[in-house]
C-alpha cells in the first residue's frame, strides 16, 4: 500500500470520532474521502496491543469464544483474552468475529495492522505513534 494521503485518509477514517489525531498546525488544507472532509492530520496516537487491561482482553475473548456457544472449553478471562490478542494477525476464528475483535479493540483506541500494512510500516509511514495513555 502506498504512502498517499487517500489511504492515510482511510486508516484514519477507522478511528474517526476517537480523541486521537494531531492536527499539523502550520497547515490548513482539507482533503475529501467519499465524499467527507478529512482534516489534515499529522498523526494519530494509538496504544500497543501490548498494554491492553484486563478489562479489554475479557472483552476480546468474549467475543471470540462467543461464536463457539457456551459449550467451548475455553474461559473468558482476561489470559485467555491476551492470548487471543497476542495471536490476532493470525487467528482461525471467522471474518465475522474478527472484524467484531478489530472493531472493539480499534475503539479502544489500539493500534492495529491494516490493509496488510504492519504496525510498524505504518508508525515508518508517519500515520501512527504508540502512546501509553
Not at 469464544?65 to 489470559?79: D, R
Request: charged share 25%; proline share 3%.
Amino acid at each position: 500500500m502506498d504512502n498517499n494521503l487517500e489511504n492515510k485518509g482511510r486508516f484514519f477514517a477507522q478511528y474517526w470520532r476517537l480523541p486521537v489525531g494531531r492536527k499539523k498546525l502550520y497547515e490548513n488544507l482539507n482533503y475529501v474521502i467519499n465524499g467527507y472532509i478529512i482534516e489534515t492530520l499529522d498523526f494519530i496516537e494509538l496504544k500497543p496491543l501490548s498494554s491492553i487491561t484486563d478489562e479489554d482482553a475479557i472483552e476480546v475473548a468474549k467475543i471470540r469464544w462467543s461464536s463457539l456457544g457456551n459449550n467451548h472449553p475455553y474461559k473468558k478471562s482476561a489470559e485467555e483474552g491476551k492470548k487471543v490478542v497476542d495471536t490476532i494477525g493470525y487467528c482461525s476464528a471467522d471474518n465475522y468475529t474478527m472484524l467484531k475483535m478489530f472493531d472493539y479493540l480499534r475503539s479502544k483506541s489500539y493500534a492495529l495492522p491494516y490493509m496488510g500494512l504492519s504496525i510498524e510500516q505504518q508508525i515508518e509511514y508517519g500515520w501512527l505513534k504508540l502512546t501509553d495513555k
